[in-house]
């Protein structure tokens, strides 16, 4: 796989912020949160909608939807985080992935200073999962990943410190990694430094 091709890949890329959610979490209470932000233009791009899908027992549990992407607050795989999944960056977008995590953490930082957040959702930042959205252009192999690796590395490890990455090797799931920090920073401390 080519590094061109990998680059245009990431164009698609998803990125989740791992949470620390309290028993008492009721993912509904952020509904309202994301029509606010909607009503309120809290995030860049056209935001269209919201959806609930609480339902699920480990998968989105609420949906912001734009026409660039959408943001989740997600439980998949029992790991909540707030997942920011790319459609299609602004056109002329340099950096698709660094935009891509840039917008999870600008979501992560607005939904921190929300009341519903407090005491039941805390998001320390230092486990981070990246994801390309392309099972044929990026399939789950070793390539993929000895691609993706140093990429990965260039943009989180002057944010984070040193980085362990892991990934899945089922090969039929996506592509991507888990990053892990030794100590967490706040969203917004890490948007200061993006």
């Known amino acids: 796989m080519s590094a061109a091709a990998l680059a245009?890949?990431?164009?698609?890329?998803?990125?989740?912020?791992?949470?620390?959610?309290?028993?008492a979490t009721t993912w509904r209470?952020?509904?309202?949160?994301?029509?606010?932000?909607?009503?309120?233009?809290?995030?860049?791009?056209?935001?269209?909608?919201?959806?609930?899908?609480?339902?699920?027992?480990?998968?989105?549990?609420v949906l912001l939807v734009a026409h660039e992407g959408q943001w989740a607050l997600d439980t998949t795989g029992g790991?909540?985080?707030?997942l920011?999944?790319?459609?299609?960056?602004?056109?002329?977008?340099a950096d698709p992935l660094k935009r891509a995590l840039k917008e999870c953490l600008t979501a992560v930082a607005l939904l921190e200073g929300e009341p519903e957040a407090k005491g039941v959702l805390a998001f320390p930042a230092s486990?981070?999962?990246?994801?390309?959205?392309d099972r044929m252009a990026a399939p789950n192999e070793p390539a993929t990943y000895a691609a993706l690796e140093p990429v990965v590395k260039a943009l989180l490890e002057p944010l984070l410190g040193a980085v362990t990455?892991?990934?899945?090797?089922?090969?039929?799931?996506?592509?991507?990694?888990?990053?892990?920090?030794?100590?967490?920073?706040?969203?917004?401390?890490?948007?200061?430094?993006?």
């Open 8 to 23: 245009l890949d990431l164009a698609r890329a998803e990125v989740k912020v791992h949470a620390e959610a309290s028993p």
């Open 29 to 61: 209470a952020f509904i309202p949160v994301f029509h606010r932000w909607i009503q309120e233009s809290r995030l860049a791009g056209v935001l269209v909608d919201v959806a609930e899908y609480t339902h699920i027992a480990h998968g989105p549990q």
């Open 79 to 82: 790991k909540p985080g707030l």
């Open 84 to 93: 920011y999944s790319q459609r299609r960056p602004p056109a002329g977008t």
């Open 127 to 133: 486990r981070i999962e990246i994801c390309v959205n």
């Open 165 to 194: 990455l892991s990934r899945e090797l089922d090969p039929r799931l996506r592509a991507g990694v888990t990053a892990v920090a030794a100590a967490g920073k706040t969203a917004a401390t890490l948007l200061a430094s993006l």
